[in-house]
């Protein structure tokens, strides 16, 4: 009896430790649509190559989330019912979050604790710096998650540590800071030029290098041939010391590995995906002008102007995703006066349309997601950018890919009009250097899609992850024998 019950005893432990070996990652993202899809993104890479993956996200957000090989787990920013619409202010918000993030993220550890998989890292998205110390407290590995480019991650911290002061004031000279490409006055994150501007979120933006240096890794949704200097250098890594995984984007636009994945398994919008679908069929291959300006843009009245008059006399194909939010904005008679050459829906699956052949432009507000998601798919952008790290994203769209153009304001409000947004379709479209930028669009497709695929750059680097997590949890184990 005794020796049976020894060998039983045995046998779970060796099926205890075969799982531990995978490595259990909880993935936390910031609970909005462009923090969601990386993250989530990123979870189910890491599921592909053998470890267990569950995203822990808000109350409000969970049930939009599905993937088949990754777990989905709720922790409570304090406004479960609505999220952060609900909260008075961004302040208040965040606050909420990390006080109730803590106490149920530390529950959702500890839930785990005694089962064949207990969680060995926590891979937190960079806005939630107190996800690290909780995985600290419970003796887990933490890493820092970073959503936006290496460049704008390393303009941070350089205001963090005292290198840059704010506000950020040049004339004519641009800003040089080693291993960074060369940066002018607007192409500056919005943050630096005004920083009583958004204070919330610029102090959120500080706050994700405060404990950073606590990290066992810390992660970029970039990949090395993006960024960096020619000849290449590693002067990046010097300031913000990211390892790149990215980009982050389903693999079936990519290297085509993780089969049937070719959406992010994440929506807070309901999708119009047949009635775009339908409508670009009918249009000739690269004559549809693609026009979003992603989940959090809000523009003005007369900028939503100038944008449909501006699509309206350029006498191209347009298909214009305004959020419900926005419409009341559209001019009267705006949609009535061009249904023969466009289409406006609330939204769309954005990488399927980019993905289309009819697409031959995509106007954007220069979010890194979208950046990313339009050089992966090999399509030329006008950058219309409106917020945070969107100018420096433009300036790198037109001045260091050469894959478009930004379109130049005309007002101090930042107002793009619409003789400038026409001028800006045409010269992408069909203008002198439209060949060439469809060229580059192309040329760094492939280079997203090399870094991904086997033996890639961003691929070695997610198989080094992944075995280092798996070496912590053969740790752990042998700690608790």
């Known amino acids: ?81 609505g999220g952060y619409s609900h909260a008075p202010d961004t302040n208040t918000y965040l606050k909420a979050f990390k006080t109730f993030g803590s106490k149920t993220l530390s529950q959702l550890i500890r839930k785990f604790e ?10 937190y998205d960079s806005f939630l710096p ?29 205001i963090h540590q005292g290198l840059l002061t704010l506000p950020v004031k ?27 501007s958004y204070p919330a979120y610029l102090a959120m933006k500080l706050s994700q290098y405060s404990n950073l240096h606590q990290a066992h890794w810390i992660l970029g949704n970039t ?38 994945d070719r959406g992010y398994g994440a929506s807070l919008w309901k999708p119009l995906d047949n009635k775009c679908k339908k409508w670009l069929e009918l249009k000739p291959a690269g004559s549809v002008v693609y026009v979003s300006f992603g989940s959090m843009v809000a523009l003005t009245p007369k900028q939503m102007e100038e944008i449909a008059w501006g699509l309206r006399g350029s006498d191209l194909h347009f298909l214009w995703v305004v959020k419900e939010s926005e419409r ?43 950046t990313l998601e339009a050089l992966c798919l090999g399509v030329p952008m006008v950058g219309v950018p409106k917020f945070a790290d969107q100018f420096t994203n433009a300036m790198f769209i037109e001045e260091v890919w050469s894959v478009g153009v930004r379109a130049k304001e005309e007002d101090d ?37 090399n870094a991904v695929s086997e033996g890639g750059s961003s691929d070695n680097n997610i198989n080094e992850f992944v075995a280092q997590a798996c070496s912590c949890s053969k740790k752990k184990v042998e700690e608790e024998k």
């Not at 005694?114 to 891979?123: D, L």
């Not at 250098?233 to 990519?254: D, Q």
């Not at 026409?422 to 669009?441: F, H, P, T, W």
Request: some cysteine.
């Open 1 to 81: 009896m005794n020796c049976r019950s020894k060998k039983q005893d045995m046998g779970m432990e060796e099926e205890k430790e075969h799982v531990i070996k995978r490595g259990h990652v909880v993935l936390i993202p910031y609970p909005s649509q462009g923090h969601i899809n990386p993250l989530l993104q990123f979870a189910k890479r890491l599921a592909s190559k053998g470890l267990q993956a569950t995203v822990a996200t808000t109350h409000y957000t969970v049930n939009s989330i599905y993937a088949s090989n990754v777990g989905v787990e709720a922790i409570s920013d304090g406004y479960d019912e």
């Open 130 to 158: 107190w996800a690290l110390d909780v995985a600290k407290q419970h003796g887990v590995y933490g890493a820092a998650f970073f959503t936006n480019s290496a460049t704008v991650s390393s303009l941070f911290y350089c």
């Open 223 to 260: 990949f090395d041939d993006l960024e960096l200097q020619l000849p290449a250098t590693e002067g990046v890594c010097e300031l913000w010391k990211g390892t790149k995984i990215g980009p982050m984007i389903p693999s079936g636009y990519l290297d085509g590995r993780m089969v049937d």
């Open 328 to 370: 009341g904005k559209l001019p009267q008679g705006f949609i009535e006066a061009t249904e023969e050459k466009g289409l406006v829906v609330s939204w769309c699956q954005q990488l399927e349309v980019l993905a289309h052949e009819a697409i031959g432009c995509f106007v954007t507000h220069c979010g890194w997601n979208s």
């Open 170 to 196: 040049m004339e004519d000279t641009p800003l040089c800071i080693p291993g960074l490409h060369k940066l002018g006055y607007l192409d500056l994150p919005g943050f630096l030029k005004a920083p009583d």
């Open 413 to 449: 409000k930042g107002t793009v009009g619409r003789e400038e947004l026409q001028l800006c379709l045409r010269e992408v479209m069909d203008g002198d250097r439209s060949q060439e930028m469809r060229k580059n669009a192309g040329k760094w497709k492939e280079l997203a899609k």
């Open 114 to 123: 005694n089962t064949a998989s207990p969680v060995t890292c926590v891979v």
